[in-house]
T-cell receptor, first 115, second 114 residues
């Protein structure tokens, strides 16, 4: 069965600190996809990044970076020099490699960035 | 790209009433998904359409729930005889066909059962 675990329920940091959000997944599929979404207080889920299971190359986009490690089934997300606008709930999601491509979400990590 | 649109944003109703939600996906997106999100949890998959065909339904979708996408464009989700446990945010998402196409979500419809 597929499962996504985000063990950190809530994290508080002071502005400009770096913060890493953890995501651990379980799947028996050899082909699968991983995603991160941001859910600000307004409620809309905003797509941040996707990764397929064959691409372990880490990615950096501005202050955001992602570390995908198949050996530990982890897909962690780091925000460098956090800002108050980064405050939101962040979800990691796993999608199967065929069929409907429905998402299995983790329970989310609430990030609070304090000024 | 006008994004995924959901209507209404909020719905308050009494237990036992029927409610219907509408989702307008991004126009060129063939795939449409419904999810339910309760407080403090991640969204949970309810059902999936490819064009007008409903191809998968979660066991979470009891007989009181029905979803349609009659012309392969907008979709509706109806809940009959609502119960307290139906209170949640109902999210709609759409995507292009393709193995790793990301889903784009609407703002959701928040349902409150009195």
């Amino acid at each position: 069965a597929q499962k996504v675990t985000q063990a950190q329920t809530e994290i508080s940091v002071v502005e400009k600190e770096d913060v890493t959000l953890d995501c651990v997944y379980e799947t028996r599929d050899t082909t699968y996809y991983l995603f991160w979404y941001k859910q600000p207080p307004s409620g809309e889920l905003v797509f941040l990044i996707r990764r397929n299971s064959f691409d372990e190359q880490n990615e950096i986009s501005g202050r955001y970076s992602w570390n995908f490690q198949k050996s530990t089934s982890s897909f962690n997300f780091t925000i460098t020099a956090s800002q108050v606008v980064d405050s939101a709930v962040y979800f990691c999601a796993l999608s199967e490699g065929s069929g409907t491509y429905k998402y299995i979400f983790g329970t989310g990590t609430r990030l609070k960035v304090l000024a | 790209d006008t994004g995924v649109s959901q209507d209404p944003r909020h719905k308050i109703t009494k237990r036992g009433q029927n409610v219907t939600f509408r989702c307008d996906p991004i126009s060129e997106h063939n795939r449409l998904y419904w999810y339910r999100q309760t407080l403090g949890q991640g969204p949970e998959f309810l059902t999936y359409f490819q064009n007008e065909a409903q191809l998968e339904k979660s066991r979470l979708l009891s007989d009181r729930f029905s979803a349609e996408r009659p012309k392969g464009s907008f979709s509706t989700l109806e809940i009959q005889h609502t119960e307290q446990g139906d209170s949640a945010m109902y999210l709609c998402a759409s995507s292009l066909i393709g193995s790793n196409q990301p889903q784009h979500f609407g703002d959701g419809t928040r349902l409150s059962i009195l």
